[in-house]
C-alpha cells in the first residue's frame, strides 16, 4: 500500500472509533445492544439487461426487547446506467412491541469508484416515511461510504471494510420526529466472498440516534448481511 493512502486508511479508521468512544463518554444514552440479519438479492430480468429488482428482508433482535422485536421487507426496481444503480422501491416495517406496520418509499442512487487499490462505495436514499399517529409524511435523507482497499484483503475472499452512513429528516412532524440529523451508523466489518454469485457481511455497526420523544440511544450491533446477485 502506498504511504498516503495508508495514512488515509488508518485516520478514517482512528476517526470511526475515536467518534465512537467520544459519543458514548460525553453524553448519557439510553444504550441497547442488537443483531441484525438481512437477506437481499439483486439481479437483472435478462441477462445483461438494465432493468432489475431487488429484495431484502431484515430482522432484528434486542437485548432490551422482544427477541425479534422489529421485521423489514424492502422490495424495488432497478435501473443500472454506467454512472450508477438506481432503485425505486417500497418498504414494510413491523414493530413488535406496538404491532404497528409502517410503509416506506424511497428512491436510491449507489455507485463504487476505484481510486488505485480503494475502493469508495457510495450511496444516497431518500425515503418518504408514513407513520401512525402523524398527519404529515415524514421525508428522511440518507448518505452512506464505504471504503475497502486492496492492500487489507486476506487471501481471495476477504475484504475488510468501514462505512460511515448519516441520515437526515427533512422535516417536523412531531410528536414522533424533529427535523434535523436523527442517526449516524459507523461501521467496521469484513466482507467474504462465499462464491461468485454470493456474499456475506458481519462486523459491528454503532448507531448513535437522537430521539424526539424518549432519551438518545447508542446501540451496539452485530450486523450480518447475505447478499445473493442473479
Known sequence: MRPVMMRIWTLLLAGAAGTLLNLGASHAYDQDTQAWLS???QGAFTEGGALGVYLEATARASSEQKAVHERYFRPALTYRSKIGTLFLGTMFRYDEESEQV???????????????????????????????GVAIPVYRSRAQVRLQHEALKIGQSVMPYVSQELLFNLNDARPSTESGLVQSRTGVGVNLALSEDLAFDVGYLGVVSNQATRDDQFLHVLNMTVQYRF
Open 102 to 132: 409502517e410503509r416506506r418509499y424511497w428512491l436510491q442512487w449507489s455507485n463504487s469508484y476505484e481510486v488505485e487499490a480503494l475502493r469508495v462505495s457510495v450511496r444516497l436514499r431518500q425515503e418518504l416515511r408514513e407513520l401512525r
Open 39 to 41: 437477506l437481499q438479492a
